[in-house]
């Protein structure tokens, strides 16, 4: 389950961070190999950002041990951070400099020289699209440009880890798809990734193995294919019938049965066969979509709801 | 204490200085900016031209304890330099300082990097004094201008309002983490024109009402007008050391202070 902890840049054990009375983190474990993809995936409330925070420095644990690059936050949390790239849940970019001087004034937290902190940030204005921006200022630009400027922003100081809370919620497909794309190529470089998410298909885009989260724990981990080959089935059959009645008891023994306000899911390992099976019982779903299972089923079998905020 | 000091040990000036940076950066955001800096120094300009030298006339001289005899616009004009030592740091480090920590997140996205809290205090803090010594050096050049003391007064009296601008600058910052939002201002802006109005700065304390003089005595911009003073109109004597100690005391505790709010706040 876990690499050798040499070679973990983020080591944890038996990880706790309280808030007063409330456990927001309760015992978690965790180790991140360099290069890796790696994601929290959970419910808001679950424990994602908290322990986000923890990895970046910013946030003490409570009780357990934390290491990231090899060092600990408490002593090292500087030095640490001269290594980490943050790209927080919600955008603090600053409103008094524009799209450029975001990014120069931000390298030169972490010590750069201007030259180097202007060569960065006309490096990273093409990686991330705002070359025509640059003079812009924070406000006026859009949703998906604020977030790809703090991307930037985040890679400034080149770090070997970088931290996005919830990378693109509120954004729309394409400012999605364009950022999915750029996160790709980060990992595709060999730069470590670690993100929290409350999408199934972004998990399943970018992530070489999760976590799932929730209540502060985590209920299950692996790769997004094993956790859905452990936790589900290869297909899934959502049915929806036009009345109230209880259709989960007609449907024993096709599959495990799993019944939503507004629809039943079934899980089986042919989705076909088990539609067939639904017909030859005289059952006449007025909607019936098979599909391949996802991460939201496997959320959905260990944590018994839906995954929505 | 011992904290405190560590973190000075360990105080990166390259770090401080790009606190610093991002102010300098965000002058170029607007013409607003300049606005409030010009406002800002022509108010206690105004005061000295309307009280100093319009009621300065009807007064006539003034003696100070001292013997001394001199014009009530020369007693006043000192006053008006400690005050604009004062209200050029407590713009920074009110208004400005509150508005990144608590609305537009810039002290948060700064922790995430290197940088850490007793910086960012650090940094704005000498920022604050960059823009109190603005005020403080155009006002010493009226004053001298106007014959209100003497270029060589003047430069003695540069030091003691670079040491008031970082005693209030450091308290207005400490005060800030405290408050809840702009509402708390008001209070602020209240207290403010109360120690304008009655720290030795318009008449001598030495003329309020016994009780009176010593509740003064506790405040602190009378230990700033009275540094000041001395030292502007060359009235030199040792309890000139007592004001300047007890804003060394606020420019310190206010620091730490803010620094300590800083982590409590952000860093949870």
Redesign the interface.
């Known amino acids: 389950m876990s690499k050798q902890p040499l070679q973990s840049l983020i080591h944890a054990r038996g990880l706790v961070k309280r ?1 007063g009375d409330f456990t927001a983190v309760d015992g978690i474990d965790l180790d991140v190999a360099p290069g890796e993809a790696f994601g929290f995936l959970g419910p808001n409330g679950a424990g994602k950002s908290s322990t986000m925070r923890m990895i ?1 420095c ?3 644990p409570t009780a357990g041990e934390l290491r990231i690059l090899g060092m600990d936050p408490v002593r090292d ?3 640490i ?2 290594r ?1 790239g ?1 790209c ?1 849940q ?1 955008d ?6 524009n799209v450029r ?1 975001n990014l120069t ?2 390298a ?4 750069l020289s201007r030259a180097e902190a202007r060569r960065r940030a006309e490096e990273l204005l093409d990686f991330v699209q705002l070359r025509d921006r640059a003079a812009s ?1 924070v406000e006026p630009l859009s949703g998906g440009m604020k977030r790809r400027l703090t991307i930037a ?1 985040a890679l400034v ?1 080149e770090p070997e880890l970088v931290l996005l809370d919830e990378p693109t919620t509120g954004l729309d497909p394409q400012a999605r798809h364009l950022l999915w794309e750029r996160l790709f190529r980060l990992k595709q470089q060999g730069t470590t990734l670690v993100l929290t998410t409350h999408y199934m298909d972004e998990a399943e885009q970018l992530c070489d193995r999760l976590v799932v989260m929730d209540g502060g724990r985590i209920a299950a981990e692996g790769s997004p294919r094993s956790l859905i080959e452990t936790y589900s089935t290869p297909e899934v059959v959502e049915l929806r019938f036009p009345d109230e009645a209880d259709y989960a008891g007609k449907l024993e023994g096709i599959g495990r049965v799993d019944p939503l306000p507004d629809r039943i899911l079934l899980y089986a390992d042919d989705g076909d066969a088990a539609v067939a099976e639904v017909h030859r019982r005289g059952l006449t779903p007025s909607s019936v979509l098979v599909r391949r299972s996802s991460l939201e089923d496997v959320f959905l079998h260990l944590t018994g709801r839906t995954l929505v905020d | 204490m011992v904290t405190t000091m560590l973190a000075v040990a360990r105080i ?1 000036p ?2 401080v ?3 610093i ?2 102010n300098v ?2 002058l ?2 607007g013409p607003s900016y300049w606005l409030v800096l010009l406002s800002g120094f022509f108010e206690p300009v105004l005061y000295l031209f309307s009280i100093g030298v319009g009621v300065g006339a009807l007064v006539g001289d003034l003696v100070l304890p001292g013997g001394r005899t001199v014009e009530y616009a020369v007693f006043v004009a000192p006053a008006m330099l400690a005050v604009s030592a004062m209200s050029g740091a407590l713009a920074e480090t009110t208004f400005n300082f509150f508005f990144k920590m608590k609305y ?3 002290f ?9 809290p007793f910086e960012i205090a650090v940094g704005e803090l000498a920022w604050a004094l960059v823009r109190s010594t603005v005020y403080t050096g155009a006002f010493l050049v009226v004053m001298v201008v106007m014959g209100l003391t003497s270029p060589g007064w003047a430069l003695a009296a540069l030091p003691a309002t670079l040491l008031v601008g970082l005693a209030f600058g450091a308290v207005g910052m400490a005060i800030s983490t405290l408050m809840r939002g702009w509402q708390d201002f008001d209070m602020l802006t209240t207290g403010q024109f109360a120690l304008f109005l009655f720290s030795g700065t318009f008449s001598p304390v030495q003329d309020y009402p016994a009780a009176f003089e010593v509740a003064v005595a506790v405040t602190p911009l009378f230990h700033a007008v009275e540094l000041v003073r001395g030292l502007a109109i060359g009235e030199l004597s040792w309890g000139l050391l007592g004001h300047a100690a007890y804003l060394v005391v606020m420019a310190v505790a206010g620091l730490a202070f803010a620094a300590r709010r800083i982590q409590r706040t ?3």
């Open positions: 808030f970046g910013v946030s003490m949390g500087s030095r951070r001269a980490l943050v927080p919600l603090n970019l600053d409103p008094d400099l001087e004034t931000y030169r937290y972490f010590g200022q922003r100081n | 990166s390259s770090r200085g790009a606190v940076n991002r950066g965000a170029r955001s537009s997140k810039t948060e996205a700064i922790l995430a990097t290197p940088v850490k952000l860093c949870v």
